[in-house]
């Protein structure tokens, strides 16, 4: 075992016992590996009920940090799971390896690994998480003796050990005696509570939602269209006191405005003609728990004072009732209307607004951390991978680019549907199970300024091939983008540009793939 070998081993033990947190601590445990090892790349995996989730990697593309690795799916890292001892896998090995196509010093996009070797983390007899190594030259490993491989696997799972002894400290202190296990099986069983992205933007909401949560007051998320309101919801309800209740949720604008009192606050049975029977209404079905007003800024004005007084004393009166029923809910609300003009204008009421606005988060713009649109990119492959049952999908080098340069005017909603409709062209030209690529080609962006496709449409020759039906949706969605962004992002304002009812333009949007339901 050579100096340096043995150099990076002690710089391994050393940082054990150093005052670190746990993000420092893997970061420098996977670079001193990196330095030990002939290695391009070098992956600290923490297992994830079945799948592997990326804590710490030098050498791969930005998009890892969106991707999770399934056990089932990538049968080295089974193999190395399996395996008491680190693993090397022959240099030829037919097994896919699953950096393949993420290695940033590859010469080409489907460039293929061809040394590999993995060490399981075992913490008293329980699999944790995996570390890998991998090199893009034939036999980089050869000259590693199973010795230092051994030393390095057992110092690595004693870091694994410290870093979970720090984190589970850390967050006992953070949540004040809350199980740590029953919070992250809740967030695990509720689809969507991730805030994806590593940009300084992202870091500072993810705190401030950690913060808010733990309180009971009301929080109000403003943001554009399509940048994740209610994702942030649902991370403020999956880490507050409860998490254990319903999220229940309530779109404003979907509700009619001759039912909304009932819809929210119950009626009684003949409280008003065709109501046959009794109806608890949202704040009721809520109680105990929290309630979720999706874009409050189209809440009706004759239902506004009782939602004040629900706010105000707790206290729900149903249409066609005479006592009032006492309820604890907590009440979240998004919205991407600016409240304060709308109060101006006498839409929306001061006090209301007053006791919403106690706590507000809010949620930034795509365009303003460019650097999280590769995790997510990575994120939305994999979801889409998962949906349509395809081989491994890898993004090229001008596709990479062209998501990257893209003003995004829909924000994260807008990139996974151009990523969704990218995929189905790539893989609808890709063989069963062998990786799909996705060119810049299959990317609804312009490839020199990133803007939609639908706004190079206008540009095309008058004698141009196209559908009839294709161009008439792209003039529309181009129609529909401008007035968004006209508007700031308020689709009743953009509905009253166009000259159409609200409902209907929230009909078209969706159909015409702006929005989702």
């Not at 445990?29 to 995996?45: G, I, N, T």
């Amino acid at each position: 075992m050579t100096s340096l070998l043995l150099e990076e081993l002690l710089t391994i033990a050393r940082d054990i016992t150093a005052s670190l947190s746990a993000e420092d601590r893997s970061r420098r445990l996977v670079d001193a590996v990196h330095r030990a090892l002939p290695s391009d790349a070098v992956v600290l995996l923490r297992r994830d009920g079945n799948e592997f989730v990326p804590l710490a990697c030098r050498g791969l593309t930005d998009d890892i940090w969106g991707r999770r690795f399934a056990r089932s799916e990538h049968p080295r890292l089974d193999i190395i799971c399996e395996s008491a001892e680190p693993t090397r896998f022959p240099d030829h090995s037919p097994l896919p390896d699953p950096y393949d196509g993420l290695v940033v010093d590859a010469p080409e996009l489907g460039g293929h690994v061809h040394s590999c070797l993995g060490c399981p983390r075992v913490v008293e007899g329980e699999l944790v998480g995996v570390l890998t190594a991998d090199a893009l030259r034939p036999g980089a490993f050869d000259d590693i003796s199973d010795t230092f491989l051994a030393h390095l696997a057992a110092l690595a799972g004693a870091a694994l050990r410290t870093t979970q002894l720090i984190e589970a400290l850390e967050q006992r202190a953070e949540h004040q005696g809350l199980v740590a296990r029953d919070l992250v099986q809740d967030v695990m069983d509720r689809r969507g509570t991730e805030l994806l992205g590593g940009s300084a933007a992202m870091t500072g909401l993810r705190r401030e939602v950690e913060l808010v949560a733990r309180s009971d007051f009301p929080v109000l998320v403003r943001g554009e269209t399509g940048v994740g309101k209610e994702l942030v919801v649902r991370m403020l309800h999956s880490l507050s006191a409860r998490a254990d209740k319903p999220l229940v949720y309530v779109n404003c604008a979907a509700v009619p405005e001759s039912v909304f009192e009932s819809e929210l606050f119950g009626h009684v049975r003949g409280a008003f003609t065709g109501a046959d029977s009794a109806r608890l209404g949202k704040f009721r079905v809520a109680d105990g728990a929290c309630l979720f007003l999706d874009e409050i800024g189209e809440l009706p004005l004759h239902v506004q004072p009782k939602l004040l007084r629900v706010l105000q004393e707790g206290e729900v009166q149903c249409v066609g009732a005479d006592d009032p029923i006492h309820v604890d809910v907590r009440v979240f609300a998004a919205t991407n209307r600016n409240l304060d003009a709308e109060v101006e204008t006498g839409r929306f009421r001061a006090d209301l607004l007053h006791r919403l606005d106690v706590c507000h988060i809010d949620v930034p713009p795509l365009r303003e951390r460019p650097e999280d649109v590769a995790p997510l990119s990575g994120h939305f492959a994999d979801r889409a991978r998962r949906r349509l049952g395809t081989g491994p999908i890898r993004f090229s080098r001008d596709a990479q680019g062209a998501l990257a340069r893209n003003a995004w005017p829909g924000n994260v909603r807008e990139l996974e549907n151009v990523i969704s409709r990218g995929i189905l062209r790539a893989a609808g030209r890709t063989p069963v199970g062998e990786t799909v690529i996705v060119q810049h080609g299959d990317l609804d962006v312009d490839p020199n300024r990133g803007e939609p496709a639908a706004r190079r449409a206008q540009a095309k020759p008058a004698n141009a091939p196209v559908l009839l039906r294709e161009a008439v949706d792209t003039f529309k969605r181009t129609l529909v983008l401008e007035a968004v962004a006209r508007n700031s992002g308020n689709w009743a304002a953009a509905a009253r540009d166009l000259g159409v009812a609200r409902g209907n333009l929230h009909h078209l949007a969706r159909r015409l793939g702006l929005k989702r339901d």
